[in-house]
């Protein structure tokens, strides 16, 4: 069973996927009722996330069984992501390219901060921060060095495409889904998550078109891979990057 970020080709359609918060993750899912079902079942899956399967009469709170499952996802869902450290001579991915981690204590850091040059991530850290919280103490600072540059590059880079292919859209939310690299919705507002930031330019590019097709095609009918194929014609490769390296892109 594969777990993971979902590939493009699942993305949500403008009929909205039901969402959790469990912690601090917000997760998508799907509910299948199936006449084959004799239970409650969750299913991962690399291209359609998290799967609720229900029997067909079955009426049940399915908000109640995933955080009663909570644990169970969390593990499922990131099982394939590199494990870190976040210690010095790691690598972590910004826009494709894997950066050199330098975790620098410094008497003068009163919290963890991050500063980004020549593909080199220094952390300072408080020199007497204990060893146990340093590592989600470099995690954290990453996350939201991550959030920030998400937010800086991605808004503009969809207007000027949506501006470039005739496209427009409401608003766009930077978020932190666990199984979605983006969403459309149908009140045409656009979502992305911010570990796109990650990945190659080209592949940020893709996901931004794909989201801009269902503005006009809520589905992934031939119709709509046509759209996409108009405004970028090697989509493929990108749909195979991104399926292939999806677990690369959690940090965990």
């Known amino acids: ?5 979902n590939t493009p080709c699942c993305f949500r359609s403008k009929v909205e996927l039901p969402e959790i918060q469990l912690d601090n ?3 998508s899912y799907t509910i299948q009722k199936s006449s084959r079902a004799r239970r409650i079942s969750l299913k991962i899956d690399a291209e359609k996330g998290l799967q609720v399967i229900l029997p067909a009469r079955a009426k049940v709170d399915v908000d109640e069984i995933l955080h009663e499952k909570r644990k169970w996802i969390q593990k499922h869902l990131g099982k394939f992501a590199p494990h870190r450290q976040y210690i010095s001579g790691e690598t972590v991915p910004l826009y494709g390219v894997d950066c050199l981690l330098q975790v620098v204590p410094a008497a003068s850091a009163n919290r963890a901060t991050v500063i980004y040059k020549d593909d080199i991530f220094a952390v300072k850290i408080p020199t007497n921060l204990k060893p146990s919280l340093r590592r989600e103490a470099v995690r954290a600072s990453l996350e939201n060095w991550y959030r920030r540059e998400a937010k800086r590059y ?8 949506a501006a470039k292919f005739g496209f427009s859209y409401q608003n766009i939310t930077i978020r932190g889904q666990k199984t979605r690299w983006g969403s459309c919705s149908s009140h045409g507002n656009l979502n992305f998550n911010w570990r796109l930031i990650m990945t190659p330019p080209e592949a940020i590019e893709y996901v931004i078109i794909h989201e801009l097709c269902h503005l006009n095609v809520p589905d992934h ?6 759209l996409v194929a108009q405004f970028c014609p ?3 490769v ?3 990057w991104l399926k292939n390296h999806a677990h690369l892109y959690n940090l965990i």
Not at 1 to 5: A, H, P, V
Not at 155 to 161: D, I, K, M, Q, V
Not at 221 to 226: K, N, T
């Open 234 to 236: 090697n989509y493929r």
């Open 25 to 27: 993750q917000i997760i």
């Open 238 to 240: 990108h749909v195979d």
């Open 1 to 5: 069973m594969n777990k993971g970020l």
């Open 154 to 161: 991605i808004p503009p880079e969809t207007a000027r495409l």
């Open 221 to 226: 009918s031939a119709r709509f891979w046509s």
